[in-house]
């Protein structure tokens, strides 16, 4: 997958904000697999026609990112376009 000019930029810049710290930290520290697997059997299934739900991996990063900063679902969705920390965090490009 080719990378955007944005995510080549911040990739390049030479200091870490407080948030990418931060963020590293959580990301280190959570125990992903066995949340993944706690959650996964109450987690919607994909019937029939229609939109599928988004992958259960992105949607546990993004309710922990907006736990951690106190935010609305539509802060997070805002917060997901506004900083490329969050986005490299819950893992999406919006470029695609």
């Known amino acids: 997958m080719q990378k955007s000019f944005s995510d080549l930029e911040y990739a390049a810049k030479k200091k870490l904000t407080r948030r990418d710290r931060f963020l590293a930290e959580i990301d280190s520290v959570t125990p992903w697999g066995k949340l993944h697997k706690a959650v996964e059997p109450f987690y919607p299934r994909v019937e029939g026609a229609g939109r599928p739900p ?15 900063f106190g935010l609305s679902d539509e802060g ?7 900083s490329q920390s969050i986005r490299a965090f819950v893992g999406i490009d919006l470029g695609r």
């Open 76 to 82: 997070i969705e805002d917060a997901i376009y506004d």
């Open 54 to 68: 988004i992958g259960l991996a992105r949607m546990l990063r993004m309710y922990v990112a907006q736990q951690c």
